[in-house]
């Protein structure tokens, strides 16, 4: 797929130009009626690469640790003396792995020097006067150093990129002569990125880095600890080693310390918060923050969970924007592409380029709150939204653990019986609900081992069109259209398949889902064995949701032991018994909630065979 020269930006309805536009008041071609323009030429723009040098030194070879950076920007700038802002990438996935729905890799030419970036950053944003930068992370691709898996040697070494940008620290060009960027760049950067690379751009955001000026963390995660352990309950074994191993460009004796870290430090044993997941954990440093932040995150996101979002989200006091989508791991660019294209540019214009363009005056949420129906609204969770307290029951249901329980069985046909599960049943709604925020359930249990999973989730029972997050491309098929969105050259064009929403007609969808060992219901820091005589409160933190519930539904809340589809449990083949009168849901919800009884609710049947999954490793 190329296209030559120029590109139609498809639903913006403008072709890209080169010739300059009238110069604005000041003095930028690119500015014109308040908004950036495409005047440069993105055929004839500098490419170059730079190496830049960071403070440390963990791959341990007595030199300090160097960030492959690739760099595109426009040509004509200099002879306008204009300096430029930059939209900066730093990504672990360059060379291994690919970035975008179609897996875009970066291409070199024959002297080394960047001819292809993934996606369509540069091609959109550098005719319009932005320069765009891809960095890779420490210990990938053309970096040296070794990938810590969000710890300091991948933050300090994208942070030592805008400190780069802005003079602060040097790089070197392949052929050993000084890299300068103050010349070209005005150093007001931008960091933006999916999955592991919104993570960073949250993690630099984190030190308070000066010219940093926004952020856009897309399916980010802010604490490796909750990517990688739901409370405890392990994800997958040694996934701090599997994801240094992933993404590692380095040869393999060159980071075994690094590795060997990785796998003591983590501390699969306990599944306990230690030092090692606080130096991972970008939340308590929020409030050094003072980048504007636009987040997007699917709300049905089961790899990049949302509890990522909402907890960083709340902590963050700068302006703000967030869209939340109805898909799982998908970046909006597949899912309302015109619009995202739009309000990205707008985003950029006013933090960027300082147009006051009016996008920070703005609802601040943006909410799918039907499959390809979005609303407005000025902040989030729902200010109407109010937590609902209720309790499970009037007596004592026991379970006993069942490792081979899959969800689908789990929370199918509510009225049966099915061992190794419990159904709670509230309904039907007399009228419709919402639930905006973070749910959590408090179980009074009494376990006869010294640790056990808990599991819950909560399930809207009642037939509906809902976005199939479940049923392949986490809610999204690619088409074999496809439309472009910047300017193009024999190496790099900017065209890309069409996406569509994936919908599905149900009678029941889970809306989330929470998970918590047992053991760790004291602190996260420590563990406390359950000793069998005894009665002990245990909350399960659910992931944060925005759903809407039609009146007739039936809201399900389903409880487990081990959960072997999203995560790696040890099962203890506990039995719990569990006090309802005193055990109690809470949501954050606006409309009414009945108390729990057995409404009637009938499910399509599920495959009566069932193989145990275990998780296997997912990389964000």
Not at 28 to 38: C, K, L, Q
Not at 216 to 234: H, K, T
Not at 262 to 270: G, H, P, R, V, W
Not at 467 to 481: F, P, S
């Amino acid at each position: 797929m190329r296209r030559l020269a120029l590109a139609v930006v498809a639903g913006v309805g403008a072709t890209l130009a080169v010739t300059a536009a009238p110069a604005s008041a000041t003095g930028a071609p690119h500015i014109r009626n308040g908004e950036t323009v495409p005047v440069y030429s993105y055929t004839n723009a500098v490419r170059e690469s730079v190496w830049v040098q960071t403070p440390l030194d963990n791959d341990g070879d007595g030199k300090h640790d160097e960030i492959a950076v690739d760099i595109v920007r426009p040509r004509e700038t200099a002879a306008k003396h204009v300096k430029v802002p930059v939209i900066l990438e730093g990504s672990p996935y360059y060379s291994c792995c690919g970035r975008g729905n179609e897996s875009e890799l970066k291409t070199y030419d024959a002297n080394g020097v960047i001819a292809k970036q993934p996606l369509f950053y540069d091609n959109y944003f550098v005719p319009r006067g932005y320069a765009f930068v891809a960095a890779d992370l420490a210990g990938t691709n053309r970096s040296t150093g070794c990938m810590d898996v969000g710890g300091r040697e991948e933050v300090l070494g994208a942070k030592a990129v805008i400190d780069w940008l802005n003079g602060r620290v040097t790089a070197r060009y392949a052929d050993g002569t000084p890299a300068v960027a103050t010349g070209w760049t005005n150093g007001r950067t931008g960091m933006i990125g999916k999955s592991w690379d919104g993570s960073v751009a949250n993690g630099v955001a984190a030190t308070g880095v000066r010219g940093l000026e926004t952020i856009v963390p897309i399916s980010a995660i802010s604490s490796w600890y909750d990517y990688e352990r739901f409370n405890g309950v392990l994800r997958s074994p040694d996934y701090p080693e599997f994801l240094h191993s992933y993404v590692s460009g380095r040869p393999e004796e060159a980071c075994a310390d690094v590795l060997a870290e990785l796998d003591q430090d983590s501390d699969d044993a306990t599944g306990d918060y230690n030092a090692f997941w606080a130096a991972r954990n970008f939340r308590p440093d929020a409030r050094k923050v003072h980048a504007s932040v636009f987040v997007a995150h699917g709300i049905n996101d089961t790899n990049v969970t949302t509890s990522q979002f909402a907890q960083w989200w709340s902590r963050l006091d700068v302006p703000k924007k967030i869209w939340i989508s109805q898909e799982g791991h998908v970046d909006p660019f597949d899912i309302r592409r015109g619009e995202w294209v739009g309000t990205l540019h707008r985003w950029f214009d006013r933090y960027l380029q300082g147009l006051h363009n009016g996008i920070d005056k703005e609802p601040a949420v943006s909410i799918e709150t039907a499959p390809g129906t979005w609303a407005n609204e000025r902040s989030w969770p729902a200010p109407a939204a109010r937590p609902v307290s209720v309790t499970l029951g009037t007596g004592v249901r026991t379970w006993t653990d069942d490792p081979g329980l899959d969800e689908a069985t789990a929370v199918a046909d509510p009225n049966t019986e099915v061992p190794g599960r419990v159904a709670i049943l509230f309904g039907p709604l007399t009228s419709d609900i919402r639930i905006s925020g973070t749910p959590s359930v408090t179980l009074r249990v009494k376990v006869d081992k010294p640790t056990t999973e808990l599991t819950a989730r909560l399930v809207d029972y009642g037939t509906g069109t809902r976005v199939d997050y479940q049923g392949g491309g986490d809610g999204i098929r690619t088409l074999t259209t496809e439309s472009c969105w910047g300017a193009s050259t024999p190496a790099d064009d900017a065209c890309y398949k069409d996406t569509a929403e994936r919908v599905v007609t149900s009678d029941h969808a889970v809306l989330t889902r929470g998970w918590q060992d047992a053991a760790h219901h004291v602190s996260l820091r420590f563990t406390t064995p359950l000793l069998p005589d005894r009665w002990y409160s245990v909350t399960v933190p659910l992931q944060a949701t925005d759903q809407r519930i039609a009146a007739g539904h039936v809201l399900g809340l389903i409880l487990q032991a081990s959960d072997n589809e999203y995560s790696s449990p040890q099962s203890t083949g506990a039995t719990i018994q569990l006090d309802t009168r005193r055990s109690r849901l809470t949501l954050p919800m606006t409309g009414h909630l009945p108390k729990a009884g057995n409404p009637v609710v009938t499910t399509a049947p599920v495959p009566s065979t069932f193989a145990p999954r275990h998780f296997s490793p997912i990389v964000p």
